[in-house]
């Protein structure tokens, strides 16, 4: 098993940047793809980024893609995703997942150990 636990959110202006962080405790991290979703009020959780095992392939959103790049270091179980040129619309609360096994990245219910979130939010 592995417990992801987020860290790095706060409020930035338009054109800013965060980067936030997740430690995820077990000794098997590298055995697991790790995911970014978020979740905005009164909307689902959806798919931001997706990194592989080895860290070799991400994945992304389309809207996010060119301002947001996830990365990992499994020596310091640890997973990364770093934001710019944010929006008002990343406004959300960001959640860090892990998944073991085959099936798709982008796919919440893949995802079987969830953090609890860090608060994003973007003002114009």
């Known amino acids: 098993q592995v417990h992801p636990v987020e860290s790095g959110g706060g409020l930035v202006q338009a054109g800013g940047s965060l980067r936030l962080s997740c430690a995820a405790s077990g000794p098997t991290f590298s055995d697991y793809a790790m995911g970014w979703f978020r979740q905005a009020p009164g909307k689902e959780r959806n798919f931001v980024a997706a990194?592989?095992?080895?860290?070799?392939?991400?994945y992304y959103l389309d809207s996010v893609k060119g301002r947001f790049t996830i990365s990992r270091d499994n020596a310091k179980n640890t997973v990364y995703l770093q934001m710019n040129s944010l929006k008002p619309e990343d406004t959300a609360v960001y959640f860090c997942?892990?998944?073991?096994?085959?099936?798709?990245?982008?796919?919440?219910?893949?995802?079987?150990?969830w953090g609890q979130g860090t608060q994003v939010t973007v003002s114009s």
């Open positions: 997942a892990a998944k073991r096994g085959y099936g798709s990245h982008y796919d919440r219910r893949q995802y079987s150990y």
């Open positions: 990194i592989n095992r080895s860290g070799a392939t991400t």
